[in-house]
Nanobody, 121 residues
Framework: QVQLVESGGGLVQPGGSLRLSCAAS????????MGWYRQAPGKQRDLVAT???????VQADSMKGRFTVSRDNAKNTVYLQMNSLKPEDTAVYYC???????????????WGQGTLVTVSS
């Protein structure tokens, strides 16, 4: 059993910053890509950014220059630094990881429970 636990969401004013964290725990043999997605009310879940264990990143164009994804492989944790937040960034942010559990040969996708980010004055 593997769990992803997010933290760091909350209410922030436009132009402010937040840092999300997501820690993986359980019977982990290895972790591939980790990343963040978000889902605004009434909309589909969209990619924010992903990062491989080697540090290569993929990021949505609309958030480049404002959001930065990083990870600490030793802690099985991925971060999302969000700056210059806008009201349209309001969404539930979900952590995602490709995880290979102990004793199993294949990676599987695991999701966190989500953390709400609200950008409002």
């Amino acid at each position: 059993q593997v769990q992803l636990v997010e933290s760091g969401g909350g209410l922030v004013q436009p132009g402010g910053s937040l840092r999300l964290s997501c820690a993986a725990s359980g019977s982990i043999a290895s972790i591939g890509a980790m990343g963040w997605y978000r889902q605004a009310p009434g909309k589909q879940r969209d990619l924010v950014a992903t990062i491989t264990s080697g540090g290569s990143t993929v990021q949505a164009d609309s958030m480049k220059g404002r959001f930065t994804v990083s990870r600490d492989n030793a802690k099985n944790t991925v971060y999302l630094q969000m700056n210059s937040l806008k009201p349209e960034d309001t969404a539930v942010y979900y952590c995602n990881a490709e995880v290979r559990t102990t004793g199993f040969p294949r990676y599987r996708e695991v999701w966190g429970q989500g953390t709400l980010v609200t950008v409002s004055s």
